[in-house]
């Protein structure tokens, strides 16, 4: 079983819909947090992260963390076609030291 | 330049054959990391410097890969005897510390036939 669990997709929406993105973890040591955004050959990109439990909010994305459940989610609002590209959750127990990542979700906004 | 630069952006090499692949990090950042991506899956970790020194390899998958920092600047990640399953992007971060922001190259891709 893998450290962090993430649904590859793709996940398909319209434009304007609100997207949902989570990810599943089992090591209880993580405490912080990551987004990243990843466009096709490119290296990947950081939305947001978060310390501990809670939400935190940039925009038209929103971060929460539930360690309790060990599963944290990406809300992203009025989705935009600029938004199709891979969503990456990854995680740590110390900073951006050595980061687990998930799969990945394909996201594809249409217009 | 302002980003993580790597090169070469792609490599095809022989199997068997020696790699080396180049990461010039943000100026000024301390800590820089490797990371391998293969298709369809997440980045994994492969090492961690901080300075000059490598403060965790424990990514490295085997003997076989080997990465140095000599000046506290550019990073070689270097591979000896490449193969088939080496085939994968890698990434470069670097950040001010470790625990700050990190910020990833564009990547290079390796393809080993």
């Known amino acids: 079983q893998k450290e962090v669990e993430q649904d590859p997709g793709p996940l398909s929406v319209p434009e304007g819909a609100i997207v949902s993105l989570n990810c599943t973890y089992s090591?209880?040591?993580?405490?912080?947090f990551m987004w990243y955004r990843q466009y096709s050959r490119k290296g990947p990109e950081l939305l947001m992260y978060?310390?501990?439990?809670g939400n935190k909010e940039d925009g038209r994305f929103t971060a929460q963390v539930d360690k309790s459940s060990k599963y944290i989610s990406l809300f992203i609002r009025d989705s935009q076609p600029s938004d199709s590209a891979t969503y990456l959750c990854?995680?740590?127990?110390?900073?951006?030291?050595?980061?687990?990542f998930g799969t990945g979700t394909r996201l594809l906004v249409s217009p | 330049g302002a980003g993580v630069s790597q090169t070469p952006s792609n490599k095809v090499t022989e199997k068997g054959k020696y790699v080396e692949l180049r990461c010039d990090p943000i100026?000024?950042?301390?800590?820089l990391y490797w990371y391998r991506q293969s298709l369809g899956q997440g980045p994994e970790f492969l090492i961690y410097?901080?300075?000059?020194?490598?403060?965790?390899d424990s990514g490295l998958p085997n003997d076989r890969f080997f990465a140095v920092r000599p000046e506290g600047s550019v990073s070689t990640l270097k591979i000896q005897r490449t193969e088939r399953g080496d085939s994968a992007v890698y990434l470069c971060?670097?950040?001010?510390?470790?625990?700050?922001?990190?910020?990833f190259g564009q990547g290079t891709r390796l393809t080993v036939v």
């Open positions: 100026s000024g950042h301390t800590a």
């Open positions: 971060a670097s950040s001010a510390d470790r625990v700050t922001e990190a910020f």
């Open positions: 990854a995680m740590s127990g110390t900073g951006f030291q050595k980061l687990v």
């Open positions: 978060t310390y501990s439990s």
């Open positions: 410097f901080q300075g000059t020194g490598a403060a965790d």
């Open positions: 090591n209880s040591a993580f405490q912080y």
